[in-house]
């Protein structure tokens, strides 16, 4: 099992950026996928980028492409999230995970952090 905790998020203007991460420890770290979700009030949590343990096979929802960055660094075990030119639709919980598949649903993402709020102002 992995302990993940999420950290940096807070308030932002429309445009601004932001820099989550993600300090994981327990075993196995580096064998794991990494992920980001989200959620809003009364919605399913979304995914939003993962990567791969090798820090390689990126993938992101469609809508944060271009705009949202994310890194690992196994050596420091710890994830990034670089948000870019926020919108206030990106406004949510962010929460970190890890599973042992390439996947976006977060029915296959074992380990979870306590979520960071991210607010967009507009």
């Known amino acids: 099992q992995v302990q993940l905790v999420e950290s940096g998020g807070g308030l932002v203007q429309a445009g601004g950026s932001l820099t989550l991460s993600c300090a994981a420890s327990g075993r196995a770290y580096s064998t794991y996928v990494m992920g980001w979700f989200r959620q809003v009030p009364g919605k399913e949590r979304e995914f939003v980028a993962r990567i791969h343990w090798s820090g390689g096979f990126t993938y992101y929802r469609d809508s944060v492409k271009g705009r949202f960055t994310i890194s690992r660094d196994n050596a420091k075990t710890t994830m990034q999230l670089q948000m870019n030119s926020l919108k206030p639709e990106d406004t949510a919980v962010y929460y970190c995970?890890?599973?042992?598949?390439?996947?976006?649903?977060?029915?296959?993402?074992?380990?979870w952090g306590q979520g960071t709020q991210v607010t967009v102002s507009s």
């Open positions: 995970a890890a599973g042992s598949v390439r996947s976006t649903n977060s029915k296959d993402y074992r380990d």
